[in-house]
Each structure stands twice: as C-alpha cells, then as structure tokens.
C-alpha cells in the first residue's frame, strides 16, 4: 500500500509537515530485541535539520516516543508505533505555496492526483516524512545487532556536484564518515566540498550528489529471484527517497561499457568458502546474495527550494515569480545517508525474515 | 510475494527454463477488454530467441495459449492464465552446469538459497520467464488500447557498449524502432552497432548497453507518493529484470552535477494546462506523473554467458574452468526492449487502476 | 500482515492496554472525504467503558486526536493517524497476572508464541486494541456519507444467554437500538437482558449473546468471488473480534435443514429491478452483493473474565487459584455492537472502492 | 487479491468451468519438499465428480499436470504451477443459462458486477475453480509430511439435512472417514445419509449439511493476535468456499448460552505441558493456538442447482421459469470435505511459515 513497506518487516509511515506529528509503526519486528528510545534518537539526531552550518537552520529537536510493542527494554512483537511531534511551524514561511506551485516540488502534482493539499511546508511531501523511515530503520537495526551481528551497512557521501570522494572501499569506516559534516568517506578531503556547499548556500542555489553503499557481512541467500530481487528492492526503497533520481549496483551504468569477459566475477574458493574475485555483481547475483559486499549508488537531484527568483504558475494558473522564504538544505546529500542507510536496513530485515522462513 | 507483481493489476509468473512450460497470471485486469492470443503473441515474437542474427538462434516458437480469462474474445474479470509450451529443450548442452557454477549467473545463490536447483538452462533465473511478463505486459497493453487510448510507451536501445545512438526525442516512433533488429531509434545508424555486436559475437565474448523509455500521454496523477512512487515501482519493475544493473529517471546520474537553479523545472501555462518548461524530473514529481513525458534509463550487463573458457568452481568447490556450450544472446539488448516495454505497462496500468479507486 | 486489515482502505492498528496509547492509520481513504475528531469520538464514545450500568465501570475518556491525513476538515488522501492515550493505568490490579494465566484469555500462547508478553491488562490481546478498528470505521463511515448516502450499516444485540430479541427486520433502526443500553432492537424488550445481564454480575459471573446485522442499501456487485468472497471478508472481520466464536450470512447454519427447492431465492422483477423474492441468500450471491440486504450473526462467548475463583498454572507450571480483580464486563455484547459496526465498515468500504477501480 | 490466498504460502487460482483448463499457482513453498502429480491426483480424485452414487454423474477426470517448481521429484522453491484441463464440456447443457439467471447462483452477480459473464456451466463461479485449492492443499501436506509430521487434520461430514452424526471426537479417523461415500465419521451410521441423498435427489431436490473439522497435532503458537487471528483466517478460508453459509469454533453459537464460569477452559499441568481442562476455546486462544485440538464446523446451504422449475428472470428482466438439465449434487458435503481440508492445510501451512520467520 501506499505508505507502506517490507513484507514481514512491514512498517507504514504518517505525517505531514504540519500538524500533529509524524511517525511509523513497525509490524512484524521479532519479539524479545532490544530496544528503546534512545537507540532511536540516535539516527534521528543524524537526521535532523540544524545538525550542522551546511543543512536546513530548522529547529526540530525530532524527540521520539515509542507508544506500542516495547516492554521492559524489549520488543512485544506486537507493532512498535513511533510518534515525533511537530514543532517550529512558521505557516507564514508558506504563505506564497498557498497559491503559487514551487518547481520541482510535489505541489502541482499533490493538487492534480487528491484535488486537494496540505500547503504548509511540503505536507506529507516534506522531508519529514523520512522521519518515520529512519525511526524504523534503527529497529531494524537492532534486530540486526541481536541476530545477525556481523552486518555492517555504511552508507556515505561519494560525489557532491563534480567533487567526488577518493574511496578506497575497505578503508571506510563508520567512524570517518561520521567524523565530518559532509559524511565523505575521507574527513581529510571534507573541507573543498564544505566550502562548495557554503558557497552554493550564498549564492542562494543549491547543488545535488550521490550517497554510496556498503553492506558488509550479509548473509548468503537474501533476496528472491524475480520481482522481489534484493537489487529490484533496494531500487524501489532508493527511488521512494525525496530528491532520488537514480540507482545502480555494483558495475552499475559504467558496466554497460563492459565485455563480458571483463564483466563476468570468476568463482573462487577461498578457505573453502565460494566467492568471487571481482565484484561487479555489487554482491547480489540473480536477484540473490552472494556474500561478497553489497555496493550501489544512489542520485540526488540538487534541492528544489532555492532562493532565487523562479518562474511558476499560480493554482488559477497565472504566470508568477517565487522566490522561496523558507529554510532549505543547499545539499540533501549529508541528510541523506541516514535515510539510505534506513532503507537499506529496512529491505535488509525483511529479506532475511524472508528467507528465515523457507530455510532449514 | 516473490514471483507476483502488482497491487490491483496483479500478475504471478511461473516455470523454469525446462519442465512443462512458462507463463503468467494477470489477476485484475478490468472485464470487457478485448483480447486474444494474437495480441499477445506479436509481443513474444519480438522477446524470441531466433528473431535474428544477433541474437541468440535457439529455436522456440514461445506460442502462447490463453487457459481461463477470456470468452467471447473479451477479459471476464477473472484471472487470466497464459501459458506456453517449453521447447528445443537439449539437456547435453548443460551437461556441465549439474557440476560448475557459471560466474555471473545465479547457479551458486540459487544453491546456497534454496539447497538445490533445476540444473538444466538456468531454470527459474533463465530469460524464459521473462516471457509471463511480456504477456502480461500484452494484456495491460489492451488495458490501454481500450481505456486510455492516449498513451504510448516507447522502449529502444540506446546504447551499446561504447555506441551511443544520436536520438531526438521528439523523433522516435515504434515504427523506426521495429524497423531494425538492435531496436536502435535511428535505423541509418543501426548498421555500426549491428557490426559490432557481430564483432563481439565472433569473438565469443559479449556486450551490454542501455535501453531508453519515453512514455508520452501518461494521465496526471499517477503513482503514490511515499514508497509507491512512480519512479519507485519502475526502478524496481527494470531492476527486477535479468542483466540489468542500474536505472535513473530523468536527468538521472548527469543531475547530479547541475544546480538547483539549472535544474529545476519551471511551470508554464501551455494553452490552459499547467505544464514544465524542461524536463529534468522526467515526467514525474513528488512521485506522481505530471503530465510531461515521462522518460528513464535501464542498464544492462554484457550477457554472463560467453563462449570463451572461464575460471569458476565446482559445487564440490573445487577449481574448475567453464567453456560454455549453449547458444547465447552476445547482447541482450535487442530482445530487452519488450521485456522493458511490458514492465513499463505493467507499472502503468497497476497506477492507472490505483488511481480510478480513489479518483472521482 | 498481522495488524493491517483491507486491500485499498488499509487499516493498521497498534497499542497495548498499558503504555503510551492505542490507535490506528488509515492508508488510501480517498481525499476530500468530510473529518473531524467528533465524526470519530462520536463511534468511541459507544465503545467506551463505563458507558453505562452493565459494562466495566473503568474510567477511560478514549478521547482521539487526528494526527495526521486532515487539513482544513478533509482528508488529504494520505494516511490518517488517530491516537488514544491510556488513562487510568493501575498497574497493581494486573498484579497476579504477571505469574498465572488467566483462564480462555491470552496470556498463555502470546507467552507461547512470542517467549514474552506485556503483563498488564492483557496488552495487546486486551479490548482497548478495538479502538483503532472503532476509529477507522468512523472514518469509513464518512466516505460512505459523502460517497454512498443510501447505505446503512445496523448492528445490535439479538440474543444475550437464552434471552433473544423479538426482531421484525424491517423495523430496525439505529435509534431504536440506541435508546437502551443493551443496544437491543426492541427498547421495550430490554428490561429483561439488563436485568440478567445484572443478575449475572452480582454472581461474579458473565453471558456471551450474538450481535446481528443488517446492511441497507448496499451497492449492487461488491466481493470478489472467489477467496475474497463479501462474506469471506465479513467472516474473517468478526471472528478476528476479541470473543467472537462464530459466523453465519443469510440462513447461515439453519439453512443447512433446508432442502434446495425451500431455499433458493427466487428472481423477481421489481420495478425494472432484478431481486430475490426472498432473502436466504443474505444480500451475497457467489461471493458478491446482489443489492438486498445483507445480513449475517456474529456468536460471541462470554467474557473470559469472571470474578469467581478458577482453575489455573502459573507460568512455572504450578496448578494455582486464579480470582480476577481488574473491572470487567459481565457481558460484551453491548460494547460489541460499534466493533462489528466499525468491522462492517471497513470491509464494505474496501470492496467498494476495489470495485471502483475496475468499473466503467 | 481476489484470486490469491495466503502470505508466505500463497496460492492463486484460474480458471473456468469451460476453456482451457483449471489449476493453481503455489508460490513459497519451501524448498526439498517430495512432490509428485500422484501426491496431488489422491486428493482431487476425492474431490472429483463422478466418485459415487451420491455425487453428480459428471465424467471428468480431473488429471493434473505439474507445469513448474518441482524437479527430480522435490520442489526448488519457486512457484509451483498445477494444471487440470477441462473436459466433459456439454454447451448445449447450459443454454437456458444464457438468458436466464439460476436462483441462489452467481449468474446475475457477475453479470452486475462485471457486465459479461461467461455463460457455460458456471464460468468462474463453478465448483471446478476448487480444484486448484485442493492441488495446493495436497502440496501443502507434503510440506507437513516432512515438516510437521505429528500433524493430523481430519474434515469429516456430521450432518446432513436433519441427519446427525453420533461423533466421539477421540474415535474418529481418516480410513473410517474414507470408508463410506458420504464422509461420515461412522460408517455404520453411513447409510441412512445415503439413503436420505438417493431420495432428495430422485425428488429433483437437494440438501445441505455441516462439515466438522479436527486438528490433532498443531503447533503451538501458530495465528497473529489481531486481524490474522487463526480462526479468522479459519472462518475466511471456508467462507470462501461455494455454497458455504457460516463457521465456528470451539463451543461456537452454542457457547452463547453458557456463562464464562461454564465456558472457561481451565488450565491445568499435564506431564510439564500446560493444556486445558476443556477445549470450549477450539484449540485457539486470543488468535494463536494452544496446542488443544483445533475443532470447528463449517454449515453448507442445499446446491442451487435443482432439477425442479423454479421462478427466475431473464437477463432482460422478464419473468421465467428455469428447469436446470446439467448434471448436478444433489448435496455437496461429501465432496466438500476435501476441499474444507484443503483450506485448512493451506490456512495452517500459511501460519506455520510465518511463525518460522519470527521464532527463535
């Protein structure tokens, strides 16, 4: 449905911008993990606008309330409801998107499908719908750190406009990626692309980039090998992200460059274990893991809202000027890796519950 | 679930590449649509092995049958269950299948997965059961034919290896298309890729490419606006295709590098109705249609199977080298563009009928 | 999955009777749809403990706050939340539950199937969980209002123990049965089931009865005819109702003493309308309404929880004495009649809009 | 969806009384299962017409074919297609049914609902479409077969018309049941039903009848508390069936008339077991089962085919009398007990597998 993801692991998402509140609830979460508060205000707080001098300065402290399927630190297996209130609402900030469509925004499109929208602050299109992804994705998180404790998901900023991270794949750390602002891979690079992003800030435009992926330790055997591929999965919980435009895996649109006889990740046996030399695949193989590390890549436009002066058409569909009074993130990218990194875990546990079910 | 599509316009496939046959159920197409077996079988025939020289000449007639759905060639509203015969079946040529494990094929996931496999073509992950989608992609397509007469999909391939074709949007036609055997938008230009792919042929190697849409005349309104986002479903409907490893929509991976102020689409009033001057979303806003046209990418892999000997293990794990010896695609592209083709439909027509339940 | 009932009006609830609150979120009512938090406590506030002298005397106000899915008094098409605090938690009541399982409650397999149980009130098993259902049924209502005034949903009590109502259907109306306290459909009979409804408390003890319904002016063609059969959908809505024991539509179990020729109902043309000459059908022919009245019982057994002293184990396997101290009702029957209401809602709305998706 | 049932184990079934052929999809059956057409021929030869004296004299065979999912004698994993091609079609037999609606069959439903219906011998609405149901019930036992050994599930006629079965639950057994032609659980008591069949039927008449279910063997825990309560998913699963009327569980509508003093199932310790005293609850508490037999009753109307003139419409509204000419039951019970334990298997094997996912 609509609002809803993940078949065992099933959460469904509410909110608008304004009004009371937004949240999740988790359906399908194994009894008996680990769990309050605190380990989900953790990923919100990496989150939340104001973090940092080159996000959105909205004061939203995101503070969350479990209020279902937790008792005693530990989950019911009931379904975990997750409520973060509303706050700082400056319905005066909004006063033009009453009447004026924004850009690349989902107004137009909100207005032509219900006939209707919230016109204060984006509604259920604003960024704070994410909130309830990212409350999930840390249950899922501790699913993964009860049962499958050698999972890791790093998600990270790799390119923002043209600068693009040097990684060095195993090299990256959870640690340095949280160490700096951006999220990039290498804080001893961070500082040309904080610069870029002020400055983009001050010129009251905005730029886009990609937020890149690794799982390491994945259990063989996630993912079905039709519809529900674990890349097919992955893609669709990427592209439901605000402000996505694209996904690849592994040797991803670069690999269409490729022959096969360079493509192909010749088998090997390693200490008895198959695995392959290469890993164009990205880790999944036939729409099923492989063991080696899931990699991909995901694209974010730049920001709709910028400062400057934009041609538009009124609801009565006059020719207009807009010019954005709201606050905005000049670059979604550093918010985003905690919303990539949710979602990854959210196609993640349900796979493995999945797959939990068939296997022996 | 696994092997099933679809919300209201909901299709489940079947079969392996050897055994009784392959096929689909369409459950939920609308009553009283036109339909018979022909309107399905022009679609196979152009996904058919053997429809050229640059693909692969295994010879299987795919002839369809239509078991339940239908009467009086119109839909009943009932399931409809399409069903095709297996052929040309010669279990010698995976004589070393039973044993090795193809690289970049699913051999070794599908026995880590499932703790055994059909040992013969590939079974359930070969290109055969791409041939349920296609029909059921017919089916939407008849959907369409009746009921939103307006709207034309267009897949075709647009590159291949390091060819790119010269298009102009505005300018391709299925009749173009069709009229050359890589699918290519411009048939002048089909003579080089043509070349090339039986260069790559002779040389047992393969190649891969990409394969381009343009919807035009989608309704506004289409696609729901969280996970459900139109965007979203096509990225996992392309991704949950064999070979292929990546997808963007619109200005894709290349938006990346613009600015917000580059990027953004400005709303115009064209003759009345509230339309963009560009088109970098790609027809889609907020995940929703917008009314332009709507336009994406699929990459695919070069195709894993070569004819050139190649390093892998046995199920034993033991060091092995694969010299494949059946036939084989050297670039799967061509007979790509139906199966993108029917995914694209079958997104639509789901959203389509998604959108009548709630609409006035 | 567990906690979401309907296809296209989605309902998710979520809540234990201790804790932050219960509630629920309504995914895909249509948008414009006429709601306020009165439309919904109006329905809450006949579910409602202490309502009268023979239901639980708990004080629980159950007032309801629409977080989310409404802007300006109409539904915005996205999802509705509606939360319920807890009130009136007195912890110390559940003291004993914490070691012994309470008697045809519970307690005993939720510990069973999850390794954990929330210990207070019965949780998640508790009747506080029909809260959520009793709130998107007042959403449900309001589609119906705007969308399909003609229908009319009554449910009430047409049998408590032994005592069973003198019903002529055709005299039914919602005032009626709200009149008297019992929701008994004649207020002149009711006397004599508060009566025993009182005597029964005063033992310590309790009655089942069954609730009955009847559906006016019910669409013509709603249910799919096979496994989500109308009367599928209604069977699987009530017997999901804490308490209830069982189901029957039309002539339901004494039809099976009927032979063919005494119970099939006749065609008659009645004012260039097609209908049955009788009604043993119960509104539903092959899994879909046929535009009569639908009609069907719902069997539910007395409540589990009694005062007198009964047989137990505590959870470390000791055979012990179980006496209840919480509040409870001697009877469910009146409290049940909103919940099957509401049950009958959302399926009824489900199947409309499904049905509307795929009509001309 | 209309056609598909279940979660992890979900089926789809297809097809009409006349075209190409009926059967089912069984998607998610766990891998390694033995499975063989002869497992699934068993239980469709007891379902078939023609079996004996007191079931229509159809001549159909009703043999299956194993199209997909099943490879040197196990199941891969991957959806299992089953196919019965129809045979026995007599058009002529069902002539009047083109103009005119049977009374108490789908005729004038699916004409209402869908604006066409197919015309011979029932379409989709025919008892043939149970078919598939019972196919995937067999491949659903298999799974208990290796899985669940200790499971038994026994469905078994106990009433028909006036006729009741002097049952001692503890005594009952598959062989005594598949002893006698009617089902009946004593075969010494079997033929007064016998005779009661032959005599409705030579009077062109026919009569209806309850099936009674036993569950020995059944896990605890199997069931989710809330909507997918197991007796609802139960209740659902048998309303789904034709000619079904009502379903309940445990003491059932005759529990209404106790007092929860009487009604209670107390606990009690039997050898470090925690059981019940009584089993009023069915076998099921708060959803979940308790490891007590499952017991419950599904009640069967009269068939609506009848060789007597019965009063009807025309589909073009005018008033006229029907005499039905195609061979017919004069009662569905004993057919009906495969079918009613084939939904049993499949609810079970659904519930099974999704406590699998969450357990430890």
Same mark, same amino acid.
């Given at each position: 449905?609509?609002?809803?993801?993940?078949?065992?692991?099933?959460?469904?998402?509410?909110?608008?911008?304004?009004?009371? =509140?937004?949240?999740?609830?988790?359906? =399908?979460?194994?009894?008996? $993990?680990?769990?309050?508060?605190?380990?989900?205000?953790?990923?919100?707080?990496?989150?939340?606008?104001?973090?940092?001098?080159?996000?959105? %300065?909205?004061?939203?402290?995101?503070?969350?309330? $479990?209020?279902?399927?937790?008792?005693?630190?530990? &989950?019911?297996?009931?379904?975990?409801?997750?409520?973060?209130?509303?706050?700082?609402?400056?319905?005066?900030?909004?006063?033009?998107?009453? &009447?004026?469509?924004?850009?690349?925004?989902?107004?137009?499109?909100?207005?032509?499908?219900?006939?209707?929208?919230?016109?204060?602050?984006?509604?259920?299109?604003?960024?704070?719908?994410?909130?309830?992804?990212?409350?999930?994705?840390?249950?899922?998180?501790?699913?993964?750190?009860?049962?499958? %404790?050698?999972?890791? #998901?790093?998600?990270?900023?790799?390119?923002?406009?043209?600068? *693009?991270?040097?990684?060095?794949?195993?090299?990256?750390?959870?640690?340095? #990626?949280?160490?700096?602002?951006?999220? /990039?891979?290498?804080?001893?690079?961070?500082?040309?692309?904080?610069?870029?992003?002020?400055?983009?800030?001050?010129?009251?435009?905005?730029?886009?980039?990609?937020?890149?992926?690794?799982?390491? =330790?994945?259990?063989?055997?996630?993912?079905?090998?039709?519809?529900?591929?674990?890349?097919?999965?992955?893609?669709?919980?990427?592209?439901?992200?605000?402000?996505?435009? !694209?996904?690849?895996?592994?040797? !991803?649109?670069?690999?269409?460059?490729?022959?096969?006889?360079?493509? +192909?990740?010749?088998? $090997? +046996?390693?200490?008895?274990?198959?695995?392959?030399? &290469?890993?164009?695949?990205?880790? #999944?193989?036939?729409?099923?893991?492989?063991?080696?590390? $899931?990699?991909?890549?995901?694209?974010?436009?730049?920001?709709?809202?910028?400062?400057?002066?934009?041609?538009?058409?009124? #609801?009565?569909?006059?020719?207009?000027?807009?010019?954005?009074?709201?606050?905005?993130?000049?670059?979604?990218?550093?918010?985003?890796?905690?919303?990539?990194?949710?979602?990854?875990?959210?196609?993640?546990?349900?796979? /493995?519950?999945?797959?939990?079910? *068939?296997?022996?």
């Amino acid at each position: 449905m609509p609002n809803s993801l993940g078949h065992l692991f099933r959460i469904t998402t509410f909110g608008e911008s304004h009004g009371g =509140g937004v949240g999740v609830i988790v359906d =399908g979460c194994p009894p008996r $993990i680990p769990l309050a508060a605190a380990d989900i205000q953790v990923d919100l707080d990496r989150r939340r606008p104001g973090q940092s001098k080159i996000v959105t %300065p909205r004061k939203e402290s995101d503070t969350c309330e $479990i209020l279902s399927g937790v008792s005693d630190g530990q &989950t019911l297996g009931t379904p975990i409801a997750i409520l973060v209130r509303n706050e700082d609402q400056r319905p005066e900030a909004y006063k033009e998107m009453e &009447t004026l469509y924004r850009p690349s925004h989902a107004d137009y499109t909100y207005q032509a499908k219900y006939g209707v929208r919230a016109v204060q602050g984006g509604g259920r299109a604003s960024a704070r719908e994410t909130i309830g992804r990212v409350a999930a994705g840390a249950v899922a998180q501790q699913v993964f750190r009860k049962l499958v %404790p050698g999972l890791e #998901i790093l998600a990270y900023v790799s390119q923002v406009h043209h600068l *693009i991270a040097p990684t060095q794949v195993e090299n990256i750390t959870f640690k340095e #990626i949280e160490s700096n602002i951006v999220r /990039w891979p290498d804080s001893h690079d961070a500082e040309r692309v904080i610069a870029l992003i002020e400055q983009v800030r001050s010129e009251g435009d905005s730029v886009g980039g990609v937020v890149s992926v690794i799982v390491r =330790g994945a259990p063989v055997g996630l993912g079905e090998p039709v519809f529900d591929k674990l890349e097919a999965d992955l893609a669709k919980a990427m592209l439901s992200l605000p402000a996505s435009k !694209g996904f690849e895996i592994g040797s !991803g649109f670069a690999g269409t460059r490729l022959r096969g006889s360079e493509h +192909n990740d010749a088998f $090997i +046996n390693v200490g008895g274990r198959v695995r392959t030399a &290469t890993n164009r695949s990205g880790g #999944i193989q036939g729409g099923i893991s492989n063991g080696e590390e $899931i990699v991909f890549r995901v694209a974010f436009k730049p920001t709709a809202t910028i400062a400057q002066a934009q041609q538009t058409v009124s #609801i009565s569909g006059e020719p207009a000027e807009l010019k954005a009074r709201g606050r905005h993130d000049p670059c979604v990218l550093p918010r985003a890796v905690p919303m990539v990194e949710a979602m990854t875990r959210l196609v993640l546990v349900d796979h /493995w519950l999945r797959q939990r079910a *068939i296997a022996d």
